[in-house]
């Protein structure tokens, strides 16, 4: 029930190309869906986040698309640049709960020059 | 304005010694988060705590482990009779106490890497 699936563990696309993680959530009380950005040796850093009373959201290159009906949710980076190279985390949380974020294994994006 | 501080940034210890590792919020933060990160994984949910409480262990085991954040200092987790399968990269994470958007929001240090031997 808390657990988090995302694919896939690795992405390997060209500079220019449009970079796609997914994610899927089977805990229907979870109401908030951070990514996060991961460097090697560095802490997690917040992407962007979306609530499920919206389909999309949208914040420079970022943008995540949430399937209600299907508990799905996904990150899209258009125009993927050398230095979004890092590992991805997608993330759930319940509010008002115990604020605990539950993330997915993670996907390490390799982007080529 | 600082972020999450964390410290020592690494740490190694011998098996059965002691692991104690700090983590200053952000300012105006009062909410704090332990999680852990094995290799090639995401992180784990640890404890979760506000000032002087512990408001949720669950992810905690059970022995060994502790957690407190007292009413002035850092928050302290502590980690005793360290084992082999302690090894990890504990990051610590803060969140305002108020907000409609920001409570929900975590804030992550850059992480302790405990490494025992």
């Known amino acids: 029930q808390q657990q988090v699936k995302q694919s896939p563990q690795s992405l390997i696309v060209q500079k220019g190309g449009i970079s796609i993680i997914n994610c899927a959530y089977e805990?229907?009380?979870?109401?908030?869906f951070p990514w996060y950005q991961q460097f090697p040796g560095k802490g997690p850093a917040l992407l962007i986040a979306?609530?499920?009373?919206?389909s999309e959201k949208k914040e420079g290159r970022f943008t995540i698309s949430f399937n209600k009906s299907a508990k799905q949710f996904s990150l899209h980076i258009m125009d993927s640049q050398p230095g979004d190279s890092a590992t991805y985390f997608c993330a759930a949380l319940t509010q008002g709960g115990s604020e605990k974020l539950v993330f997915g294994k993670g996907t390490k994006l390799t982007v080529n020059p | 304005n600082a972020g999450v501080m964390q410290n020592p940034r690494h740490l190694v210890r011998r098996r059965g010694q002691e692991a104690r590792l700090r983590c200053s919020p952000m300012?105006?933060?009062?909410?704090v988060y332990w999680y852990r990160q094995l290799p090639e994984e995401g992180l784990k949910f640890m404890v979760y705590?506000?000032?002087?409480?512990?408001?949720?262990e669950s992810g905690m085991p059970k022995e060994r482990f502790s957690a407190e954040f007292p009413k002035e200092g850092p928050s302290i987790l502590r980690i005793q009779q360290v084992v082999r399968g302690d090894s990890a990269a504990y990051f610590c994470?803060?969140?305002?106490?108020?907000?409609?958007?920001?409570?929900?929001?975590?804030?992550f240090g850059p992480g302790t890497r405990l490494t025992v031997l």
């Open positions: 300012k105006g933060h009062s909410h």
């Open positions: 979306i609530r499920p009373d919206v």
């Open positions: 994470a803060s969140s305002p106490s108020e907000g409609l958007v920001s409570a929900d929001t975590q804030y």
């Open positions: 805990n229907t009380a979870f109401d908030y």
């Open positions: 705590l506000q000032k002087e409480n512990i408001i949720d």
